[in-house]
C-alpha cells in the first residue's frame, strides 16, 4: 500500500532530519495499493499514524510512543486520539488529515512548533460482494481490484450443492423446452410475416430482421416465400379458369345470338309465305297439305329459336355464376387470410407466455446453480449483469459495471445472473 504522509516544512536541519526519519518510518510500515495521492478516507479506513519531535535543547528526535498506533476510522467518519480527540477525517487526504493532527496537537498542548505526523493507510476499508456469487461478503481491498476480481475473491458465480442435480438439471430441462419455443416462434413470426404481405397485395414478404441472422431463420424466410408464391399462383389459375369459361360461354352467346337472328328472318319468310297461300288457299288454288306442311315448318322453326334463346340464357346465367365463384374465391382466401393471421397472433400470444414460464424457470434455476449458464447454448446463454455501489460523501450511487471496472475502497459489487430476456414480438 502507498505510503502517504505529511511533514511541516522548515529550514532547520533538525527538522529536517525529524522529516527524513518520519518518512523512513512511513515507507517502511507502507504497503502497495492505493496509487492515487487524493485517495479521500472513509469509514472502516484502517490508518498508521506516528507522531515526532525534535528537542533542540537534547539535540534528540523524541517519539511519540503514546500517540503512535492504528486508527480506524468509525462510522460518523471521525478519528479518536489522545490530545486531539475526536477529529474528522472522512473526506480527507492523508495529508490533510496529518496537517490536522499536527495542528491540533500544537494548538492543545501549547507547543511553540507543530510537531511531524506521518499519516498511511495501514489497510484500505472492504469492499463487498454481493448477489449470485459463491461466497457473497466482505473482502480486504487489494490494489487494481476489478468487477472480475472481486468475483473470484468470492469463489466465481454460485455453485449448486448436488453437482448435475437441481439447479443444472432444472436450467437445462427449461433451456431445452425454451430453444425449443425459440424455434415455435420464428416459424410463427415468418408464417405472420407472410399473412401480412399477402393480405396487403405485395409481392415481398417484409420478415423481422432477427430471422435474417440464423440459418434457420433464413430457411424459415425460404419456406414461406415459396408458400406464398405457390398460394397466389393456385389462385391465379382458378381465377384464370373462370375467366376462359366466361369467355367461352360469351361466345357461345354470340353464336347463339346469331343463329337466333338467321332462324328469325327465315321464320318471318316462312310466315309471309304461308300468308299468300292462306289467300290462295280460300280461293280453292292450293291444297289443303301444302299449307299444313309450311305450318309444320314454321313451328319447327319457333321452337329452335326458342331452344336457342334457351340456351343463350343458360349461358349467361353461367357467366354471372362463374363471376360469382371467382369473387367467393377471393373472399374465401381473404377471409382464410384473416382468420390464419388471427390464430397466429393468438398462439404467438401463447408462445410468448410459455416462454416467459420456462424463462423465469431459467432464472429460477440459475439462482440456485449459476454455474449452469456453462451448459447455455449459443444465442440463449443467462447473462451476468454487474452494478457497483458507491458511497461519496456519505451518499449511495449504483452504476452498471462491466468486468475491467475498477472497483475502489468501500464499494459494494453487486452480480446477478439473469436468464435469456423473452422477446416475443
Known amino acids: 500500500m502507498k505510503t502517504l504522509f505529511h511533514r511541516h516544512s522548515s529550514s532547520s536541519p ?3 532530519l525529524v522529516g527524513a526519519v518520519l518518512l523512513l518510518m512511513a515507507a517502511v510500515g507502507a504497503t502497495a495499493a492505493q496509487t492515487n495521492g487524493d485517495y479521500q478516507l472513509d469509514t472502516m479506513d484502517r490508518l498508521r499514524i506516528r507522531i515526532a519531535e525534535w528537542q533542540s535543547a537534547e539535540g534528540a528526535l523524541r517519539d511519540w510512543s503514546t500517540l503512535n498506533g492504528d486508527y480506524v476510522v468509525g462510522p460518523s467518519g471521525n478519528i479518536s486520539m489522545p490530545f486531539v480527540g475526536q477529529l474528522k477525517a472522512r473526506g480527507k487526504t492523508v495529508g490533510e488529515l496529518s496537517a490536522a493532527i499536527a495542528g491540533q496537537l500544537q494548538q492543545k498542548l501549547g507547543l511553540s512548533d507543530s510537531p511531524e505526523a506521518s499519516v498511511e493507510i495501514a489497510e484500505f476499508r472492504p469492499v463487498f460482494i454481493a448477489g449470485d456469487v459463491q461466497t457473497p461478503g466482505k473482502y480486504p481491498f487489494d490494489p487494481q481490484l476489478t468487477v472480475l476480481k472481486a468475483l473470484s475473491l468470492a469463489g466465481g458465480l454460485r455453485r449448486s450443492d448436488s ?4 439447479g443444472p438439471r432444472d436450467f437445462i430441462n427449461a433451456q431445452g423446452n425454451y430453444d425449443l419455443l425459440v424455434a415455435q416462434r420464428n416459424g410463427l413470426l415468418a408464417r405472420r410475416a407472410r399473412l401480412t404481405a399477402e393480405a396487403e397485395g405485395k409481392n415481398a414478404i417484409d420478415f423481422p430482421d432477427d430471422l435474417r441472422k440464423t440459418d434457420a431463420g433464413r430457411k424459415l424466410m425460404g419456406d414461406e416465400t415459396a408458400l406464398m408464391e405457390a398460394r397466389a399462383k393456385r389462385l391465379r389459375l382458378q381465377l384464370s379458369g373462370l375467366d376462359d369459361l366466361k369467355k367461352l360461354l360469351q361466345s357461345e352467346i354470340e353464336s347463339l345470338t346469331q343463329k337466333i337472328a338467321t332462324q328469325n328472318r327465315q321464320l318471318d319468310l316462312a310466315r309471309q309465305e304461308l300468308k299468300g297461300l292462306g289467300n290462295l288457299q280460300e280461293k280453292g288454288l292450293v291444297a289443303n297439305q301444302r299449307v299444313l306442311t309450311l305450318e309444320q315448318s ?18 349467361k346465367q353461367d357467366i354471372a355464376k362463374a363471376t360469382q365463384d371467382g369473387t367467393t374465391l377471393q373472399n374465401d382466401r ?3 387470410i384473416a382468420q390464419d393471421r388471427q390464430q397466429t397472433e393468438a398462439d404467438l400470444n401463447e408462445m410468448g407466455l410459455k416462454m416467459g414460464m420456462y424463462s423465469g424457470l431459467m432464472t429460477e434455476a440459475l439462482s440456485r446453480a449459476p454455474e449452469a449458464a456453462a451448459s447455455a447454448t449459443p444465442g440463449s446463454e443467462p447473462m451476468v449483469h454487474y452494478k457497483i455501489v458507491r458511497s461519496t460523501n456519505g451518499k449511495s450511487s449504483e452504476s452498471d459495471a462491466a468486468e475491467d471496472t475498477a472497483v475502489l475502497p468501500g464499494d459494494v459489487v453487486k452480480v446477478e445472473v439473469t436468464a435469456p430476456r423473452v422477446n416475443s414480438n
Open 14 to 16: 533538525a527538522r529536517a
Open 163 to 166: 453437482a448435475g442435480l437441481g
Open 298 to 315: 314454321n313451328a319447327e322453326l319457333e321452337g329452335k329459336i326458342l331452344d336457342m334463346e334457351t340456351a343463350s340464357l343458360r349461358a
Open 334 to 336: 381473404d377471409t382464410e
